[in-house]
């Protein structure tokens, strides 16, 4: 006899995802769905497949919504850096970095050196698959790939105006769109929308650059928009109830009003919107109190805006001088412009160079997101073994050097091979307990996909769990595990408008089944792995052993005690595209 269940999962500790209170249920899954929950024990002869997660937790799928995956799906559909670590939704086309409307190599160009995946690897893998050129076709082409995880996107501005304008009149500041290139913009995001993207994301941090030989070191497309422009776009996403997803300039703090007026419900529907990045950082501790200001303003005069929230240290590992905050400041920036080894040696050993170098080093007061302190920066990887495990500083004084002389020396000596981190923000664990309980923040902003040898935060939903169990632990409980597990599933799906983050019955059957004894481990260490389908590339990566042992996509096994199942990324049925609702 057929079994009435395809999967029961057996007297687990049940989160739904709308933050309602915990309980041991069976969990049984039928035909990609959840067919039933309940109290009392289901007959394991009912099901073709039982998992005792006696002693576990069943919570839905943990959604990102901050990610650049959009080269990767098109690969290694897999995703499965993500879907190891129970992410079961991501969400592509952030910054202004869709891969839907420009040509392959304008694609390429704005996304490569801004989300530091080389242009040598993207731009091939644009050559080979992108045959659209319209959202509504970017749709059916992802619906046809055997993605491992759900997939939502943004339909990005700088993506629409290459496209719009080509890439140099994009990134002209003289050029103004015409008429019909503006209403062009807008049938694109009204198509966009229509296919069931979430909305559009918008980019305004200059220090953010092109790749490629045709526009070299200019800022990306979106940065150049007049408001005029936007406003455009931003009346039709406001009309629609959809999503802005943006990121203002860090170099001018002040210049985030450009985005808190448009978010402003005043006298007209308010505008979704959504900003990168809360964080408490060390080089500047007045922008989180003044962040959280401005979102308390604009939600009280009706607004329904949204700082995207990093839960944990913002930790970053460089090569050498080759990291996107030295963008921030001239000197960096002018070391950054020279791709040729030998100028940018030639830079860096000029003596005026040198003195520009250090005034901007030593200028306290200007905005940064680096706390520029080269005291608070160690060596991770050097050729010369002597200076591993000590910082800049204390290797400066030893030598009776400035500190940015010996950076910069070690910089020509050893180039790439100098490999470092700093932790920029986020350093604090008070602050960032106090943060996550903002009812005006996502818990998101994990970048997966992008900046490889940089960052590693694919595990960000659990490393929130474990903030939120410690808490608790600790005596200075800040929210509910059922809050938690709600803010990283059901809370987000409803926000961007789309079918996820539950797992009631009738709700999609995208489950995870986790041990919370795994969450003891060290869940910030990064290790090494090769990116599926990408020659050979080497990207930092988290690795948590006994944590998540199974994950479900649509009711199919995608992680199998603690291990991706082969069939993930190569056979469909898994994740699909999610309309916004």
């Known amino acids: 006899m057929q079994p009435l269940y395809d999967v029961i999962i057996r007297q687990g500790r049940y989160f739904d995802g709308t933050g309602a209170e915990s309980a041991i249920r069976d969990v049984a899954i039928r035909d990609g769905r959840i067919a039933r929950v309940s109290a009392t024990a289901l007959d394991p002869a ?3 497949r039982v998992i005792d997660a006696t002693g576990k937790w069943i919570t839905p799928g943990f959604l990102d919504t901050h990610t650049h995956y959009d080269a990767e799906v098109l690969a290694a559909p897999a995703l499965s850096e993500s879907v190891r670590h129970g992410v ?4 592509v086309g952030s910054c202004s970095l869709s891969m839907v409307c420009s040509e392959a190599e304008d694609a390429s160009d704005i996304f490569t050196r801004v989300e530091t995946v080389p242009r040598e690897k993207v731009l091939p893998i644009l050559h080979a698959h992108k045959t659209w050129r319209r ?10 790939q055997p993605l491992g995880p759900n997939l939502i996107s943004f339909i990005g501005h ?14 002209d500041r003289a050029v103004k769109p015409s008429e019909d290139e503006l209403r062009r913009m807008e049938g694109m995001l009204e198509e966009a929308l229509d296919a069931g993207f979430l909305g559009m994301s918008t980019m305004r941090l200059k220090w953010d650059k092109i790749d490629g030989d045709r526009a070299w070191s200019k800022s990306l497309p979106s940065t150049y928009a007049r408001l005029g422009e936007l406003a455009r776009l931003n009346r039709i996403l406001r009309r629609r109830g959809r999503v802005h997803q943006g990121a203002p300039n860090a170099a001018n703090p002040l210049l985030v009003f450009e985005y808190v007026g448009a978010a402003l419900g005043l006298l007209r529907k308010p505008l979704k919107m959504t900003l990168i990045t809360l964080m408490a950082l ?14 308390r303003f604009v939600n009280a005069l009706g607004g329904n805006f949204r700082w995207q929230l990093l839960p944990t240290p913002f930790t970053v590992y460089a090569d050498g001088i080759d990291v996107v905050f030295f963008e921030e400041f001239g000197a960096g920036e002018m070391a950054l412009d020279l791709r040729d080894q030998i100028e940018r040696n030639a830079l860096l050993k000029n003596e005026a160079y040198r003195r520009r170098f250090r005034k901007f080093y030593g200028e306290k007061l200007s905005p940064r997101v680096w706390q520029r302190d080269f005291g608070d920066a160690i060596v991770l990887e050097c050729p010369d073994r002597a200076l591993v495990g000590r910082n800049f500083a204390e290797i400066a004084r030893e030598r009776s050097i400035h500190v940015v002389d010996l950076f910069l020396d070690l910089v020509v000596e050893f180039g790439r091979s100098l490999r470092w981190y700093t932790t920029v923000g986020n350093h604090r664990r008070q602050a960032v307990l106090e943060m996550v309980q903002d009812p005006r923040t996502l818990i998101t902003f994990s970048d997966a996909g992008a900046h490889i040898r940089n960052m590693a935060f694919y595990n960000l939903p659990l490393r929130f769990l474990k903030l939120v169990r410690q808490a608790a632990d600790d005596g200075q409980p800040v929210m509910s595990l059922e809050k938690a597990v709600w803010r990283v599933t059901g809370e987000q799906a409803d926000w961007f ?46 690795r948590n052993p006994g944590l998540v042992e199974h994950v479900f996509i649509n009711g199919r096994a995608a992680v199998e005690h603690g291990e991706v199942v082969p069939a993930l990324g190569r056979e469909a049925g898994f994740g699909t595209f999610l309309p916004a609702r």
């Open 46 to 48: 009912q099901a073709a």
């Open 88 to 91: 079961t939704t991501v969400l």
């Open 158 to 171: 700088s993506d629409m105006r290459v496209a719009t304008l080509g890439l140099h009149r994009a990134t």
């Open 497 to 542: 408008g789309i079918e996820a983050g539950r797992i009631r019955e009738g709700d999609r059957a995208d489950l995870v089944v986790l041990d919370p004894s795994g969450l003891a481990q060290d869940l910030e260490q990064v290790h090494w792995a090769e990116m599926e389908n990408f020659g050979g590339l080497q990207r930092l990566v988290n």
């Open 282 to 295: 060390k080089g500047n501790r007045t922008v989180r109190p003044m962040a959280q200001f401005l979102s």
């Open 135 to 144: 959202p509504a076709e970017w749709v059916e082409f992802v619906r046809r």
